[in-house]
């Protein structure tokens, strides 16, 4: 009897104390939706790339295309290059995998006995699409090394000058020369 009150006491006052914990976590949090919906604007950034060099070439504010929306995803083992996102302060604001964009794959009925289903390019169009509340001041193209751990490649530095437009609203889409 003894022992079964212990265990009703133990579990009110779990239960009481993580209550109380939640409540004051939960107010102080401030979330900030990291997926993209096809039916609102997006932040979309351009690129063209080379296993070794990528090029920022343009960035728009408009709604995401279903292609884009699929290949976004965070990090996976799958991923052998991700794109960092960081603010003016260098906190790191999401990481998106991005795959390996210089293997081209076959996704063709009849391919399905060859021992490669693809096969490498040289060079590939890369589009990412992020909430417009992530103001991102530069992003770090990084790609993994053969012991699976990420290594930066190139940092991008977005101009100033056009977050101060896209405040303003004065401009949709900004091509970069």
Not at 46 to 66: A, C, M, N, Y
Request: proline share 5%; no cysteine.
């Amino acid at each position: 009897m003894v022992v079964m009150h212990m265990r009703y006491f133990f579990i009110l006052t779990f239960t009481f104390s993580f209550l109380t914990f939640a409540e004051k976590d939960l107010t102080e949090v401030d979330l900030i939706k990291l997926h993209v919906s096809p039916n609102q604007d997006a932040k979309i950034f351009s690129f063209h790339g080379t296993p070794d060099l990528f090029t920022l070439k343009k960035v728009e504010i408009q709604k995401p295309k279903e292609r884009i929306i699929k290949k976004l995803k965070f990090v996976s083992d799958d991923d052998k290059y991700a794109i960092k996102l960081f603010d003016k302060s260098g906190k790191n604001l999401i990481t998106i995998g991005i795959g390996n964009p210089f293997y081209a794959s076959y996704e063709h009925i009849g391919y399905e006995d060859r021992t490669y289903m693809g096969g490498p390019v040289s060079s590939n169009n890369v589009e990412i699409a992020i909430p417009l509340e992530i103001d991102p001041s530069y992003l770090i193209i990084s790609r993994r090394d053969v012991t699976g751990k990420f290594i930066d490649l190139q940092e991008i530095l977005l101009p100033k000058w056009w977050f101060n437009i896209v405040e303003s609203n004065l401009v949709k889409e900004y091509i970069i020369q």
